[in-house]
C-alpha cells in the first residue's frame, strides 16, 4: 500500500503494488475470491481489520490504496472504521468512483486511492477534510509513493527512478515490473521500492494485476514466508482497456 505503480500495454494494464508494513503487523491473507456486499472480489486480506489495499472486482474495476493523503499527518488515537474496510465498500459498488464521491469519510485516515474503471485511471485522495479527484492520462505510466513514509525529495527520486527503468524496459512484462518493485532504487534500505528500516517497517509483500478485457489474474508474493500466490477474476462484461 505504500508503493504503486500503473503501465499500460495496449490491450492490458499491470497494476503493482508493495505493501510497507510494521513488523508487528498480523501477516496477510493470501488472495481469494470472496463475495463482498453484492459483488465478487479478488483481494489480499488484512488479517488484523479484515480489509485489504489492493482488489478487484467482477465489474471490471481495479483499485489500489496508499496510506496517506497529500502531506504526512499526524495520526489520531482512533478513527471511525479503518481505510482497508472502506475499500471494500467501495470497490464492492457497481461503480466505484461514484462510490468514492458519495461516501462520508469524516473520521477516516487520510488515503490516496488509484482506480481502474471503464478504461480510465483516476487518482482519489482524502486529506481528512476534504476528497480530490485527478484523472490521470492511461497513456503513460505512473508511480505513487506514500506521504507518510517518503519526503518530497524521496518521491521524486523515485520518480526518476521509475523514469530511468521505464526507459531500458519500454514494454515490460509482468516479470519485469515486478523486479522493479524488488529491485528497484540505488542501495538505500530505508528508501528503496523494496525498503526495511531497521526490521520495524519494512515491505512486507509485493501484489500485481494484469488486467485485460476479460479477467484480472492477481500474483502475490509474501515476502516473509516466501509464499507465491496466483488467482483470476473473470468479469461479467468485457471491459475497456484502452
Known amino acids: 500500500m505504500c508503493t504503486v505503480t500503473f503501465i ?3 490491450n492490458k494494464i499491470l497494476l503493482t503494488s508493495n505493501r510497507d508494513e510494521k513488523a508487528v503487523r498480523k501477516q496477510a ?3 481469494a475470491v470472496t463475495a463482498y456486499n453484492s459483488a465478487n472480489l479478488l483481494f489480499p486480506k488484512d488479517a488484523e481489520a479484515g480489509g485489504t489495499w489492493i482488489g478487484a472486482s467482477d465489474t471490471g474495476t481495479i483499485m489500489v490504496l496508499l496510506n496517506g493523503g497529500f502531506i504526512k499527518h499526524e495520526p489520531a488515537a482512533e478513527y471511525r472504521k479503518s481505510r482497508g474496510l472502506v475499500f471494500l465498500d467501495v470497490l464492492s459498488e457497481t461503480k466505484a468512483l461514484p462510490s468514492f464521491k458519495k461516501t462520508n469519510l469524516l473520521g477516516i485516515e487520510p488515503f490516496t486511492l488509484v482506480i481502474w474503471e471503464d478504461g480510465k485511471l483516476y487518482e482519489c485522495r482524502w486529506s481528512g477534510e476534504e476528497k480530490y479527484i485527478r484523472e490521470m492520462d492511461i497513456t503513460q505510466p505512473h508511480i505513487w ?3 507518510t513514509l517518503y519526503t518530497s525529495a524521496i518521491i521524486q527520486k523515485r520518480e526518476q527512478w521509475f523514469k530511468n ?3 531500458v524496459h519500454p514494454q515490460p512484462s509482468i516479470t519485469d515490473i515486478r ?3 524488488l529491485f528497484g532504487g540505488e542501495g538505500d534500505s530505508e528508501n528503496d521500492i523494496c525498503m526495511n528500516r531497521n526490521n520495524a517497517m519494512f515491505t ?3 501484489t500485481s494485476i494484469e488486467c485485460n478485457r476479460q479477467q484480472a489474474i492477481m500474483y502475490y508474493e509474501d ?3 516466501q509464499n507465491k ?5 473473470t468479469f461479467v462484461q468485457e471491459q475497456p482497456v484502452a
Do not use: Q
Open 29 to 31: 491473507i493470501s488472495p
Open 165 to 167: 527503468w521505464l526507459d
Open 145 to 147: 509513493s506514500s506521504v
Open 229 to 233: 500466490t496466483e488467482a483470476t477474476l
Open 223 to 225: 515476502l516473509i514466508n
Open 179 to 181: 523486479k522493479f518493485h
Open 204 to 206: 512486507v509483500s509485493i
Open 8 to 10: 499500460p500495454l495496449g
